[in-house]
């Protein structure tokens, strides 16, 4: 499966961006999806995962209660709703589909497609 994000973009704090993860190829709602960021010289972290069908969700504690994760398995789509949004959220994002033990992950290595990840810079 291929994977393409977008929404990327330079938001002021407090602001909201909503990115989206268009998936092209095999089944997507095949697939777990999660989201992970990557800020410059710091290790890739594990943002939110979504289950197959969209019944379960988890989030890191950095975003929890401002970052929701939805999906659209009709259009083969994951959302990542980011509120509230402060300068430590700038980041690199990207998105991921994988097929995990467990109905949803928070495990990189878990994951076996990535998107090429889109931008996002939060200004103060």
């Known amino acids: 499966v291929q994977l393409q994000a977008s929404g990327g973009g330079l938001v002021q704090v407090g602001g909201s961006l909503r990115l989206s993860c268009a998936a092209f190829?095999?089944?997507?709602?095949?697939?777990?999806m999660g989201w992970f960021r990557q800020a410059p010289g710091k290790e890739r972290e594990f943002i939110a995962t979504i289950s197959r069908s969209g019944g379960s969700t988890s989030y890191a504690d950095s975003v929890k209660g401002r970052f929701t994760i939805a999906r659209d398995n009709a259009k083969n789509t994951v959302y990542l709703q980011m509120n509230s949004l402060k300068p430590e959220d700038t980041a690199l994002y990207y998105c991921?589909?994988?097929?995990?033990?467990?109905?949803?992950?928070?495990?990189?290595?878990?994951?076996?497609?990535w998107g090429q990840g889109t931008l996002v810079t939060v200004s103060s």
């Open positions: 991921a589909a994988g097929n995990p033990r467990f109905s949803i992950s928070g495990r990189a290595q878990e994951y076996n497609y």
């Open positions: 190829g095999r089944t997507f709602s095949s697939y777990v």
